[in-house]
């Protein structure tokens, strides 16, 4: 699940204040990229960290912001994002002017491109480009929220189900294959575009 990024939200009042950098184990601080791990020789090598690690429940001040207004205010960016993704493929569908035996289409246009729009959201929010940090509810609004509001697993299901009962099972497969392949090549292409476009985390420093 997409959440909001754990340290970039305030402490709810009366909780213990985050723990210092190098407090706590590598991770905590920083959840995205990479970090500088100071080894026994005083030197350093750069060791990967979590790329999504949401909340870390070992950590008090952490697992604090579980509770409170905090995750109401994320709970309700969820749900009004997932209000419009979902009337934004219930348009789709509708507007769809072919045959209601072509629906597959449909929903495998709309998971690839949900997938590609994923891929675009992600590098800046979770490769932290440019010097503005995303506001920390951009994910669960639009991730979480829109897009996975508008992307859909079950239809996807209903569909191939739907094409294996009527017999066509080259279109069944060919269907799950294709959404399959073409969503996770979406996916890379929008990473590899929006990288291209923003540059890579510490190009330039």
Known sequence: MFCADPQSLPPPRGSPA???????????????????????????????????????LHVPAQRAETAGAHVLLVLAAVAAGGIIGA?????????????????????????????????????????????RTPHPLLRPFAGTGVLGGFTTFSAYALDARDLLERGEGAAAFGYVAGTLLGSLGAVWAAVTLTRRV???????R
């Open 198 to 204: 923003f540059g890579r985390p510490g190009a330039g």
């Open 18 to 56: 985050r723990p210092a950098s190098g407090a706590v184990a590598r991770g905590a601080e920083r959840p995205y990229g990479r970090e500088r791990a100071v080894t026994s020789s005083g030197g350093g090598r750069d060791e990967p960290v979590p790329i999504d690690p949401d909340v870390d």
């Open 87 to 131: 009337l934004a493929r219930y348009a789709a569908v509708r507007a769809w002017p072919g045959d209601p035996a072509s629906a597959p289409l449909v929903t495998l246009g709309i998971n690839v491109l949900g997938s590609f729009l994923i891929g675009v959201l992600m590098v800046p929010v979770a490769e932290g480009h440019g010097r």
